[in-house]
């Protein structure tokens, strides 16, 4: 009885040191298992080794595993033969989550100026993304696109706090782009601006669906949803640091153009049909999908046709 007292009494007053390290191991532990799926799915088809990366990120555990997962994606870029929609969009999401969705255009050498610019665009798209989609409050949201639309130090007063710092950044930015360009090139940092203030006021007008609980109508949700997903904004951001060969017209089309529209139409689709199918998260606005089902009264597989 003596014993088992002792004991218990132990087990209260165990070291949070021993904890730590045995939680460290077990860890540990758990990270080999996991790369040693990486390795087995190596060999198998594309489909295996983009599930695993889906559910990584699923889990959220993706970032401890990016060395992997840049393999992986490196090696389903150039490959085809996938036999359904949901693979095709999976491929899709995972390649465009990933930043990689647009990058190999800009694989020759003397285009380094323009990849540079255009991987600074898109991961101040993200943070923007990521800020109205999981930080900040609606009140927040609204404030962020008024600074957005305002473009001006002074709106930074209206910022709280922890959003101060990165609006600054943000203005520096497109600052530096037109310090970079020649003279006769710095009217493109306007239409790139222009371009990510309207994927801002797309991402406000989702933030409002989603703290109103709305679901917008297909039509409305296409409307916006193709803007979000920032077709304008990569494609000014990837002209803005090409060479003498872009034109004002090329501006005016990649801002204003059908074509950039009817290819951020597809990607949104594919985008949608991917997380429908993986199942969102829970501060994600409705998708496409959901409003179609939910207007036309369809089950998901005829909204997916
Ligand atoms: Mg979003």
Sequence with gaps: MAASNTTAAEARTVDPSMLEGSMRE?????????????????????????????????LSIDHLFQEQIDATLRSIHGCGGFSSLHEVALRFRLLRTHGLWVSPV???????????????????????????????????????????????????????????KFYLRLLRNFEVFE???????????????????????????????????????????????????????????????????TTRDAFEWALRGDTVMIFGRIARFLNDIASFNSGKSKKDVATSVECYMNEYNVTREVAMR
Excluded at 31 to 50: I, P, T, Y
Excluded at 186 to 202: G, K, L, W
């Design 26 to 58: 077990r860890v540990n532990q758990l990270r080999k298992e996991v790369c040693g799926l990486f390795e087995a799915c190596s060999d198998s088809n594309a489909v295996h080794q983009m599930s695993l990366v889906d559910t990584l990120q699923h």
């Design 106 to 164: 800009y694989y020759e050498q003397d285009l380094s100026r323009a990849r540079t610019m255009l991987t600074k665009v898109f991961a101040l798209m993200t943070v923007v993304d990521d800020t109205f989609d999981d930080h900040a409050t609606l009140d927040e949201s609204r404030k962020l696109a008024e600074a957005i639309r305002r473009w001006d130090d002074s709106a930074v007063s209206m910022l709280p706090e922890y959003l101060r």
């Design 179 to 245: 310090d970079e360009l020649q003279p006769n090139e710095r009217y493109r940092v306007a239409y790139t601006r222009e371009a990510f203030q309207m994927t801002s006021e797309s991402y406000l007008q989702e933030s409002e669906w989603f703290h109103h609980n709305c679901k917008p109508s297909f039509k409305e949700h296409v409307k916006v949803s193709t803007v979000s997903i920032g077709p304008q904004t990569v494609a000014t951001a990837m002209l803005m640091g090409m060479g003498d060969e």
